[in-house]
């Protein structure tokens, strides 16, 4: 392989350029001639879609996918600014004061899959930090806050299945501070997970937006005694950056490693040979054992005659294929296949009609070791710290997660910022603070918080 297509940056050694290496090299995404944008390449793009067809999948029994405009008329976006702050809500929830009559109009669920459009002025980070990028924006209306309250955390759950159980990345869950939250929000819920380079990285959000917006936008229903009542919203949204927390928590120094379950090619099939002869008889077989592998599995053959089987191993390895079948002349005598995995590189040779279960088996093994090497990553790169100072070196350090137990004023989380430099990333479901004081001001602990650098 020539060294323009392999990786030539280490993982280790500078992060940042690996990254982008990474990224254009696999042919995930490039950048854009218009600044702050980028493409997404089919690659890149298969993977969204694998995202899509799995939320969606979550979602639909309850919620239905829409598209609204992209462009707003500045009266409705005006009418939110003098309220809130204006954001896509707006034109939506002009709608659902239309469509909302009465209690029988309720729950309301709809989705969007779409792009957005923010004002980035800091340089251009594919995947994580672009002016336009690809999302899902889910919102609803209740009756009660307590049907919102579900609704926001059943979301946050089922984002929590799609990261951990096909993402194969492990995540924190929690609150969001006063300082964090969604400022139209009653309360914002978040999943946070650790990077490699020991900043956190936010994998999506899920907002109880109480009567905020409903009271903006005149969302009123009649309730089943006939009195006139807000609504009580929720959203919820992630985005194409989590192609980028896939990335960087997964791929090494030979390029992506996609977990089985989020790849969009599971097993390449490269044929091996040095004749014509056996080019015809290793083929055919490669074949039959695409056909046989097509049925459970996401299955490529690369019969491409261009390139020998060595620059075929790169190349798949590059972009993160999960397992790779090799076949050759002698394997067709033995009756055997190599294989091959990505994430341990490790060979393993295999009878031809153990096939079905010895693939399956091993995509299973690769998708939970990714996620346990994830997992053992994040538990070890979080802190309890005796006073500020520790607090300020792990910070520094980009060690990981600090833990405290915290006052949660937002008096103590701006010093927290400006003098430590981490912000609050989550503030924890069940973790209750066992009677320490608050590392920063000294008064009473009310929360479990975990602060760190983030993206
Ligand atoms: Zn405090």
């Given at each position: 392989m020539s060294e323009e297509l392999g990786i030539t940056v280490k993982k280790e050694e500078n992060f940042?350029?690996?990254?982008?290496?990474?990224?254009?090299?696999?042919?995930?995404?490039?950048?854009?001639?218009?600044?702050?944008?980028?493409?997404?390449?089919?690659?890149?793009?298969?993977?969204?879609?694998?995202?899509?067809?799995?939320?969606?999948?979550?979602i639909k029994d309850e919620v239905k996918n829409v598209y609204f405009p992209l462009l707003i008329p500045e009266r409705i976006l005006k009418k939110e600014a003098e309220h809130i702050r204006p954001t896509s809500e707006t034109i939506m929830y002009e709608y659902f004061s239309k469509w909302i009559d009465s209690w029988r109009d309720l729950p309301l669920r709809i989705n969007q899959w779409c792009?957005?459009?923010?004002?980035?002025?800091?340089?251009?980070?594919?995947?994580?930090?672009?002016?336009?990028?690809?999302?899902?924006?889910?919102?609803?209306?209740?009756?009660?806050?307590?049907?919102?309250?579900?609704?926001?955390?059943?979301?946050?759950?089922?984002?929590?299945?799609?990261?951990?159980?096909y993402l194969a990345i492990p995540v924190l869950i929690g609150k969001k501070s006063e300082g964090e939250k969604f400022a139209g929000a009653l309360y914002t819920t978040t999943l946070e997970a650790l990077m490699p380079d020991g900043r956190a990285l936010q994998m999506g959000t899920?907002?109880?937006?109480?009567?905020?917006?409903?009271?903006?936008?005149?969302?009123?229903?009649?309730?089943?005694?006939?009195?006139?009542?807000?609504?009580?919203?929720?959203?919820?949204?992630?985005?194409?950056?989590?192609?980028?927390?896939?990335?960087?928590?997964h791929g090494d120094d030979k390029g992506l490693v996609l977990p089985p379950k989020i790849s969009p090619i599971q097993v390449v099939i490269i044929p091996i040979y040095y004749n014509e002869?056996?080019?015809?008889?290793?083929?055919?077989?490669?074949?039959?054992?695409?056909?046989?592998?097509?049925?459970?599995?996401?299955?490529?053959?690369?019969?491409?005659?261009?390139?020998?089987?060595?620059?075929?191993?790169?190349?798949?390895?590059?972009?993160?294929?999960p397992l790779r079948i090799e076949i050759g002349p002698k394997d067709l005598k033995e009756k055997t296949l190599v294989l091959a995995r990505r994430d341990t590189l490790e060979k393993i040779k295999i009878k031809e009609n153990e096939l079905i279960e010895k693939?399956?088996?091993?995509?299973?093994?690769?998708?939970?070791?990714?996620?346990?090497k994830a997992k053992k990553f994040l538990e070890e790169r979080i802190f309890e710290v005796k006073d500020c100072e520790e607090f300020k070196k792990r910070i520094e350090n980009r060690e990981g997660f600090v833990k405290i137990e915290w006052c949660s004023s937002l008096e103590c989380e701006e010093k927290i910022k400006e003098e430590i430099g981490a912000t609050c990333r989550l503030i924890s479901f069940d973790e209750k603070p066992k009677g320490k004081k608050c590392l920063v001001c000294g008064k009473e602990a009310k929360v479990v918080a975990y602060f760190a650098k983030a993206y």
């Open positions: 940042s350029e690996w990254y982008t290496e990474v990224i254009l090299k696999a042919e995930l995404a490039d950048y854009a001639p218009t600044k702050g944008c980028m493409i997404i390449k089919p690659f890149g793009y298969a993977i969204w879609e694998k995202i899509q067809e799995i939320f969606n999948k979550m792009n957005i459009v923010r004002w980035e002025t800091k340089s251009t980070k594919l995947f994580l930090r672009t002016r336009e990028f690809l999302w899902q924006e889910g919102h609803t209306a209740h009756s009660t806050k307590e049907e919102a309250d579900k609704e926001v955390m059943k979301r946050l759950l089922q984002y929590k299945e799609l990261i951990e159980k899920s907002h109880n937006l109480g009567q905020n917006f409903a009271k903006v936008f005149d969302i009123q229903f009649w309730t089943k005694e006939h009195k006139r009542e807000y609504v009580w919203q929720t959203s919820w949204g992630i985005t194409t950056r989590l192609i980028g927390a896939l990335v960087m928590v002869n056996e080019k015809r008889k290793v083929l055919e077989k490669a074949k039959e054992i695409k056909e046989k592998l097509k049925e459970k599995f996401e299955v490529e053959l690369d019969d491409r005659d261009q390139y020998t089987p060595g620059f075929k191993f790169n190349y798949w390895e590059l972009k993160g294929i693939v399956k088996e091993l995509l299973e093994d690769v998708q939970e070791s990714l996620f346990k």
